[in-house]
């Protein structure tokens, strides 16, 4: 799905993994092909021949709150209405951490915001191995639990929960259980939710409302008929 990479540097990369952890999801599941430039480093992204939501989506993952994938020393990466809420929350010491930066998204400049952990192997927010600043945490930090899979061969996108493992901390306690409810609607649709805003923020246009009215329908479907307990069979075709 990404075309390609030009010039990297370490420096460069280092402070921009956070961010581009979450544009190569929106990239994913672009319309339109999309060059993306921050600094030296430029990716372009290409619309999927397909995207669809695999029925392993509806799967729980609940996470056993192990701290082990806030203590990667992973810098965060905020847009301007993250910037709002962390206003609104006013916690200062992230506040004033915040240093602004711009990036190109096709032919127009946004901003975007990097908080530098003043420490390596932890986060200056994780506090008795629980996240202080959970309601206005970074979509980088909110994505795991979702993985957008790309198949090479088909072009097809997936939005799945498959091989989350891979993805992210080698030894992430969460285990796959049955479909949740109540997890799905406080979790999965928040996620998706938040990385939408943060399309918005930058003006990236994606499949991502479409996928969230998909599942909004499929949700009042089964508050119609009272029926909670079943999940999709099928993939769930987006486009
Ligand atoms: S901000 Fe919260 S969720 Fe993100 S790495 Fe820090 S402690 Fe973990
Ligand atoms: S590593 Fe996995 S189980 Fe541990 S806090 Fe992170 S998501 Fe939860």
Redesign the pocket.
Known sequence: MVQKVFERSWFQIMNTRSLFYFLDYLGKLVKQPLTVQVGLIEKTYLPAKQVVISPSFFKYLP????????RKGVSLAFTASDKVAIEEFGNTKLLSGLKQYEINIGDSKKCWWLYEQSKPQTCDFLVSNLCSVHDVKAVNCLL?PILVGYCKKTQVVKLTKEKLHWRW?PN???QYTSFDLENFLNWDLYCLRRLQRSAEDLGIQTYLPEILEKLENWLQTCKDLSFFTGTPKDTILIV
Do not use: F, I, T
């Not at 996470?63 to 806030?70: I, L, T």
């Open positions: 996470c056993r709150k192990c701290g082990a994938c806030c795991p901390v992430c306690q969460a």
